[in-house]
Nanobody, 125 residues
Framework: QKQPEESGGRLVQAGGSTRLSCAAS????????MAWFRQAPGKEREFVAA????????HYAESVKGRFTISRDNATYTVYLQMNSLKPEDTAVYYC??????????????????WGQGTQVTVSS
């Protein structure tokens, strides 16, 4: 598994939408989960959403349920995070991460071995 690569971060108004993309490596992907985390200035890195590649089982943080959707494209090895009804508190650097799937630790950022460089999402009020 190589380092994931995020894209799509931008400035968006509150209530708006945007979609992040993460290019993953095909190697071993069927055994992996791909996840999105975010980190705002001065705050801990926090879990946003994850998807089990093989059968698309998804996990979400309570703060984004009903607003964000994680999905994957097996043809292009890309993971997406569709973000709707954005709030100023969603402002953060968003990171894509990968690891061997384990439902017990899917939301635990320290369990992930492969990380992208991050992409900035800023939501203006």
């Amino acid at each position: 598994q190589k380092q994931p690569e995020e894209s799509g971060g931008r400035l968006v108004q509150a209530g708006g939408s945007t979609r992040l993309s993460c290019a993953a490596s095909a190697r071993g992907l069927s055994r992996h989960s791909m996840a999105w985390f975010r980190q705002a200035p001065g705050k801990e890195r926090e879990f946003v959403a994850a998807i089990k590649w093989s059968d698309r089982i998804t996990h979400y943080a309570e703060s984004v349920k009903g607003r964000f959707t994680i999905s994957r494209d097996n043809a292009t090895y890309t993971v997406y995070l569709q973000m709707n009804s954005l709030k100023p508190e969603d402002t953060a650097v968003y990171y894509c991460a990968a690891k061997t799937y384990d439902s017990r630790t899917v939301a635990y950022w320290k369990s992930y071995a492969f990380w992208g460089q991050g992409t900035q999402v800023t939501v203006s009020s």
